[in-house]
């Protein structure tokens, strides 16, 4: 990954050391790099010499687990969202400082009419900001995982310092438009167009989502006409067939030729 913006900035001087020193050392050294994310690819270009061209390859996503169709999570907290008609928005991932849960805890403060499902496990305790409004889901993976994805209106993901989260694209499988900041959207720019996009990092981050969130309600089929864009864009780019056709093609390219047998008996 590239630079993180973190707080601390002993933290922040130690990992741009360690990538410019170990981590050109790896990526100049090898004879093929693959990002995932152009964005981080580019910072990476700025002080590595490649041997070969760098390739950029998304991850790759299991559309038969991660899909519209299926199971839908049903927990107390989601059955009475759903008969009182609250939007749902989720959140996947660590509960960690750069995954954005300050600015999370703010919006689910602001917004206490919509019900906030946090999936993930963390040094940080969203449970603990006593918020009526929140519900901590722990433990989730796979189908499990996807069932929260499908019942959710909108991924909501004001992270920094990531390359292209999973769970963007697994959300998206299942049908579930993502709302992320713009260097998440710069980790693909083809799905920039399906994905609500805002500033993160500034001291109004909060207001900026909260403003745009507000904004949703008065256009209460954009989501829901989302669905199938994105769904259809996952599995074109990002199923596990198309992913590990384009690794079995560089491979395949790496692969020293055998020299014909030009041998007679």
Known sequence: IGTIPYRSRLLRSVHALTNRTLGRLVLSTARQVVFISPAVCDEF????????????????????VY?????????????DARYSKRRVFLFV??????????????????LPDDLWVLAGHGPLDPAQWGLPNVWVVRGQVGSAL???YRRA?????????????????????CGTPAMVGEETAAGCPAARHLMLVEK?????????????LSELRTRPDHLAGLGAAVASFSIKHWSWNVTAA????????????????????
């Open 45 to 64: 270009a700025r002080f590595c010499r490649f041997r070969s061209p760098p390739a950029y390859i998304p991850n790759g996503v299991d559309t038969s």
């Open 67 to 79: 899909c519209p169709l299926g199971p839908v999570a049903n927990d107390p907290a989601l059955a």
């Open 93 to 110: 991932g660590r509960f960690v400082e750069k995954k954005g849960l300050r600015v999370l805890r703010e919006l689910a403060a602001t």
């Open 146 to 148: 996807a069932s929260y």
């Open 153 to 173: 209106d909108l991924l909501v993901l004001p992270s920094i310092g990531e390359g292209f989260p999973l769970v963007v694209q697994e959300a998206m499988a």
């Open 200 to 212: 993160v990092g500034s001291t109004d981050t909060a207001s900026r989502w909260m403003k745009r």
């Open 246 to 265: 384009e690794y079995a093609d560089l491979l395949a390219a790496l692969v020293p030729r055998a020299a014909p047998d030009t041998s007679t008996e």
